[in-house]
C-alpha cells in the first residue's frame, strides 16, 4: 500500500470492532449458497406451474374435441331421440379414452337449429340443412396437481355446430 492511499474501515458488528475494507469478511461466499439453494426451488417451482398449466390445456381441449365428436355424430341419425342420445354416448366414450376423469359426471345437451330459410324445426326429426348444437360440461378432477395452487376441481365446458348433410335421405 502506498502512503497516498488511504484505508476504509468498516464495522463488523462486534462491539467497536473494525476491519479494513480489503480484508475478507466471514461471511464470504453466503451469497453462492443462498443461490444454489434457491435456484433449484425456483425452476421446481416454474415445472410445476408449466405442468399444471399444461393439464388444463389440455382438459380444455378435450371437452372440445368430445363436444365436436358427439355433434358430428348426431347428425348420421333421422331422430331427435336417437341423435341425442348417440351424441352422449359419443361425448363419454371420448372423454373416457381421453383419460379426462370427470368427477360429477359428464353433462350434454344437444340442441337442433332449423334448416336455413325455414322458421322451424322438427321436435322428432332432424331434417336436412338442420344445424345440431352440442354442449359438454365436465367438472374435471384436478386433485393431482392441488398442490400447485389449482383447484381440486375445475368445470370446463364446450359447444360444437354440425350441420345435418343436405343431400342425405330423410327415412
Known amino acids: 500500500m502506498t502512503k497516498h492511499m488511504k484505508r476504509f474501515w468498516v464495522k463488523t458488528g462486534q462491539g467497536s470492532a473494525t ?52 355433434a358430428r355424430a348426431a347428425t348420421f341419425h333421422n331422430s331427435q331421440a336417437d341423435a341425442g342420445a348417440e351424441a352422449t354416448a359419443v361425448a363419454e366414450a371420448n372423454l373416457s379414452n381421453s383419460g379426462l376423469s370427470c368427477a360429477l359426471g359428464e353433462n350434454v345437451s344437444m340442441a337442433v337449429l332449423p334448416p336455413v330459410g325455414s322458421a322451424a324445426v322438427s321436435s322428432t326429426d332432424l331434417a336436412p340443412d338442420s344445424i345440431v348444437s352440442v354442449t359438454v360440461s365436465c367438472t374435471a378432477d384436478l386433485s393431482d396437481v392441488v398442490a400447485l395452487g389449482v383447484p381440486g376441481s375445475r368445470t370446463f365446458r364446450a359447444e360444437a355446430f354440425e350441420r345435418v348433410d343436405v343431400f342425405r335421405s330423410n327415412p
Open 19 to 70: 476491519r479494513p475494507l480489503d480484508a475478507p469478511a466471514e461471511d464470504a461466499g453466503m451469497v453462492s449458497t443462498e443461490v444454489a439453494l434457491l435456484v433449484p426451488v425456483t425452476l421446481l417451482g416454474f415445472v410445476l406451474l408449466i405442468v399444471a398449466g399444461g393439464r388444463i390445456v389440455q382438459a380444455e381441449s378435450d371437452v372440445k374435441s368430445a363436444a365436436q365428436e358427439a
